[in-house]
């Protein structure tokens, strides 16, 4: 997979894809191009039955400092409504594997919802969480104000979104906006560690439970449950299934195969 603003690895790990956001003197600004190779290349690792998991992350210094403020700049409300940029957001939304956010520095703006976009964070202690659009003049536009306030509630979603300044990794924390803060220097080996204990999983099961938790902010506590029931007796259709419990009774490692 060969393209200009990220770097995509399907085998960094075991089972592991990784996506790296690579844009370094913008702080990895997420213009239209760089966010449709990472919907193309989400697509691809999605239907690449050797990985499990995905990690995207940036570099040291930043995530991702948000929407490209340099292309939208110019642009009116009909050139945004044409161009409609957060629709290659979507696929991060459909993607069915687990995705883990490693990050380390800024993730501001459109790439604090990248982040977001993930279903855990390894965040060094140098990272910084913001939404910062509204000291330009705009508001969150990729899920900002939605996703946050069910992160970290609404005060702390709304000091965010409306004073535009950052919080630290450890706020981030105790917010429930991030899992785990590790050293800067260990930032890809704690992602990859926390990769390998879901890869291990049946990838049916993980894609299943993934569905079922993201289910549980759109559904109705009724239709939630309705949809990890079914998936659950779904999961007794695999051999990972028949795999994993017998293991269990014979008091040794599973061997997930994916069917
Ligand atoms: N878009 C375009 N370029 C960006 C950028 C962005 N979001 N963020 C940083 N850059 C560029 C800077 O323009 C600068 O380029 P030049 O060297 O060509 O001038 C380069 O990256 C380095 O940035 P700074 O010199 O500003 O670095 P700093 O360390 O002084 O400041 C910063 C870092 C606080 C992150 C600052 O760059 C900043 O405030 N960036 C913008 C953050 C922001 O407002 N993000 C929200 C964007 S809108 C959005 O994301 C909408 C949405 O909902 C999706």
Redo the contacts with the bound molecule.
């Keep these: 997979m060969n393209f200009e603003y990220i770097i995509v690895k399907p085998t960094y790990a075991e089972h592991i894809a990784l996506i790296q956001l690579n844009r370094p003197?913008?702080?990895n600004?997420?213009?239209l191009q760089l966010m449709g190779e990472v919907r193309d290349a989400l697509k691809s690792l999605d239907e690449d039955d050797n990985v499990r998991v995905i990690i995207i992350t940036g570099n040291e210094?930043?995530f991702a400092?948000?929407?490209?403020?340099?292309?939208?700049s110019d642009k009116n409300a009909i050139d945004m409504l044409k161009i409609d940029?957060?629709s290659t957001w979507d696929q991060i939304k459909k993607t069915k594997k687990p995705i883990i956010a490693a990050v380390s520095g800024?993730a501001?703006?459109?790439?604090c919802?990248l982040v977001m976009h993930c279903d855990c964070v390894v965040a060094s202690e140098t990272a910084q969480f913001?939404?910062?659009?509204i000291?330009?003049g705009?508001?969150?536009?990729?899920g900002?104000t939605q996703r946050l306030p069910r992160a970290v509630g609404k005060a702390l979603a709304m000091e965010m979104v409306l004073t535009?300044e950052f919080i630290s990794a450890e706020r981030a924390l105790q917010a429930g906006l991030i899992n785990k803060i590790v050293p800067v220097e260990l930032l890809m080996d704690e992602s990859v560690k926390m990769a390998k204990s879901m890869a291990r999983n049946s990838p049916i099961a993980l894609q299943m439970a993934k569905e079922a938790v993201l289910k549980s902010f759109e559904n109705s506590l009724t239709e939630g449950l309705y949809l990890e029931r079914k998936n659950f007796y779904m999961l007794f259709a695999t051999e990972d299934q028949k795999e994993g419990m017998a293991a269990f009774v014979e008091k040794r490692k599973p061997e997930f195969k994916g069917r």
């Design positions: 003197k913008e702080l600004a997420l213009n210094r930043a400092a948000g929407a490209d403020i340099k292309q939208m940029q957060f800024f501001l703006g459109g790439g919802e913001g939404q910062p659009e000291k330009i705009v508001m969150p536009g990729a900002g535009g």
